[in-house]
């Protein structure tokens, strides 16, 4: 599937390397989630696979970087745009029909996700809560038909029926035949998910495979308690 081999970066002016000797492997089958403490390389890790960044050395054998939807943390929009303009746009970059009104989706698309899609649909952008507006850009921005996604954080500081609804989202993609990848901390969301876990520290890959079984090796079924155990055996 996609791999990347022996990844090098570091900034101009420093001799710290941020990826060192990085390799990992994408499942096509499973949620592939980058885990790691702020700081560890994920957002600079992503921007290497995405071509923001250009790596030292290593291979990177991905899509072309045109064919990749990379959603970074930052994705802004001006407050006075409504639920609607922001479909379209997205529908335009795409080169898709013009959405009149969310009850045309529903014949691909959850009721749920309907009835959400209709409450923001006319709602502004800065009136959304955050939980909102992370999901509709996750929504029409997932419709751009790629063969990789790519989420730095798309859970981050949402509320749990938001978070829900955003990995249901990305399973999708993968019931599709897409690869999907994103980063995350929060572990609690993955205990019933089937994921393929790359812990990043300090810019090396210290394990890469399945969820239960780096529970499993940690000696424990609380994904955080294993996230700390994990850092500090390397710490030592």
Same mark, same amino acid.
Request: hydrophobic residues 40%; contains cysteine.
């Given at each position: 599937?996609?791999?990347?081999?022996?990844?090098?970066?570091?900034?101009?002016?420093?001799?710290?390397?941020?990826?060192?000797?990085?390799?990992f492997s994408?499942?096509?089958?499973?949620?592939?989630?980058?885990?790691?403490?702020?700081?560890?390389?994920?957002?600079?890790l992503?921007?290497?696979?995405?071509?923001?960044?250009?790596?030292?050395?290593?291979?990177?054998? =991905?899509?072309?970087?045109?064919? %990749?939807?990379?959603?970074?943390?930052? &994705?802004?929009?001006?407050?006075?745009?409504?639920?609607?303009?922001?479909?379209? =746009?997205?529908?335009?970059?795409?080169?898709?029909?013009? %959405?009149?009104?969310?009850?045309?989706?529903?014949?691909?698309?959850?009721?749920?996700?309907?009835?959400?899609?209709?409450?923001?649909?006319?709602?502004?952008?800065?009136?959304?809560?955050?939980?909102?507006?992370?999901?509709?850009?996750?929504?029409? &921005?997932?419709?751009?038909?790629?063969?990789?996604?790519?989420?730095?954080?798309?859970?981050?500081?949402?509320?749990?029926?938001?978070?829900?609804?955003?990995?249901?989202?990305?399973?999708?993609?993968?019931?599709?035949?897409?690869?999907?990848?994103?980063?995350?901390?929060?572990?609690?969301? &993955?205990?019933?998910?089937d994921?393929?876990?790359?812990?990043?520290?300090q810019?090396?890959i210290?394990?890469?495979g399945?969820?239960?079984?780096?529970?499993?090796?940690?000696?424990?079924?609380?994904?955080?308690?294993?996230?700390?155990?994990?850092?500090?055996?390397?710490? &030592?």
């Open positions: 599937m996609y791999n990347v081999e022996n990844l090098k970066f570091k900034y101009k002016k420093t001799d710290e390397y941020i990826l060192d000797n990085v390799s994408l499942k096509k089958d499973k949620l592939n989630v980058i885990v790691g403490l702020n700081g560890s390389g994920k957002t600079t992503f921007d290497c696979l995405t071509s923001v960044l250009k790596p030292e050395s290593g291979q990177i054998q =991905f899509p072309r970087y045109h064919d %990749i939807l990379y959603l970074t943390q930052t &994705l802004f929009f001006s407050y006075e745009l409504k639920g609607k303009d922001f479909a379209n =746009f997205i529908m335009r970059l795409d080169n898709k029909a013009k %959405i009149k009104d969310p009850s045309s989706l529903a014949s691909e698309e959850h009721p749920d996700e309907i009835q959400l899609l209709s409450k923001l649909w006319n709602r502004k952008i800065g009136k959304m809560s955050l939980g909102e507006r992370r999901w509709l850009f996750v929504f029409f &921005l997932t419709k751009i038909d790629k063969p990789l996604y790519i989420l730095d954080e798309p859970t981050s500081a949402v509320d749990p029926i938001s978070r829900l609804k955003i990995i249901e989202k990305m399973k999708q993609l993968i019931a599709s035949g897409k690869v999907c990848v994103c980063s995350t901390h929060q572990l609690q969301d &993955l205990l019933f998910e994921c393929h876990i790359i812990f990043l520290h810019g090396k210290k394990y890469e399945s969820f239960y079984d780096w529970l499993e090796i940690n000696e424990t079924q609380n994904p955080d308690i294993a996230f700390e155990r994990m850092t500090k055996e390397i710490a &030592l």
